[in-house]
């Protein structure tokens, strides 16, 4: 069996038997387990557990996805989930347990925690509108915060209703807008493109948007994620320079 098997005297915890794996996981030599309790072997990160269990397994007879962590003879710790039953070989109670070791799953479960947490905290202060949206429901499976100071209105707001968006673009640029999102739906179009908008205090907004198809196995397209810049200061300036060349050449003519 490829999880750590063991089996004990429930009233004093000694091994009788243990399996390969067993000693792989936790670094053991039979010769330094057998005979010897947990407690001896410090390999409980709790020494309460064991008592925990034997007070759990004795009415059922049986104790199931008890998680537990486990240290190893060089002092690595372990997590693994205990499964175990009652049995009885010639008038005594025997503890047989199986451990299945998670170990690796908890750390890739961690570290795909802290990563979410990073990208959340990012995301959340950054100056840009950040976004994911599904397909075909069109529905905002996130919008970040910075929402509201972009297009003033909140994340709720775009949740509760997803053609907001639409609703918002400036009258000159609906159709542009329509176009392209139909063609980025389709794979035609950029990935990114420039559009106008009147937020909800009635102002002008220049936006620059970037988004990226999110495909499944079929490559069929499920989300779209977006990042959408206000570069509205950027442009009113790109206008003015132009102007003023405009009225620089017009000089010059004359």
Not at 86 to 91: K, M, P, Y
Not at 165 to 175: Q, R, S
Request: net charge negative; proline share 5%.
């Amino acid at each position: 069996n490829p999880c750590p098997m063991s089996i004990s005297d429930i009233r004093t915890g000694c091994y009788l038997e243990i399996n390969r794996a067993w000693l792989e996981a936790l670094g053991f030599r039979r010769e330094d387990v057998i005979g010897r309790t947990p407690h001896e072997l410090k390999i409980y990160s709790n020494p309460d557990d064991r008592k925990r269990i034997v007070e759990a397994i004795l009415n059922p007879g049986h104790i199931s996805d008890f998680e537990m962590d486990f240290i190893s003879s060089t002092g690595k710790r372990l997590n693994g989930i205990f499964y175990g039953e009652v049995n009885d070989v010639a008038g005594k109670k025997m503890l047989l347990s199986i451990v299945m070791n998670v170990t690796g799953q908890r750390i890739a479960e961690k570290a795909l925690a802290q990563s979410e947490e990073r990208f959340r905290r990012l995301a959340e202060n950054a100056p840009d509108v950040i976004y994911r949206r599904s397909i075909p429901g069109r529905v905002y499976e996130y919008v970040s915060p910075s929402a509201e100071k972009v297009l003033g209105y909140t994340p709720e707001e775009f949740y509760e209703s997803p053609n907001l968006v639409a609703k918002i673009i400036h009258p000159e640029w609906k159709d542009y807008f329509r176009n392209q999102w139909e063609k980025l739906l389709s794979g035609d179009a950029p990935l990114t493109y420039e559009y106008k908008v009147i937020s909800k205090t009635g102002e002008e907004r220049w936006l620059y948007q970037r988004n990226i198809l999110i495909k499944d196995e079929q490559d069929k397209t499920i989300a779209i994620e977006g990042i959408i810049s206000d570069f509205t200061k950027r442009k009113v300036a790109e206008d003015d320079i132009r102007f003023k060349n405009a009225i620089l050449r017009a000089e010059q003519d004359v």
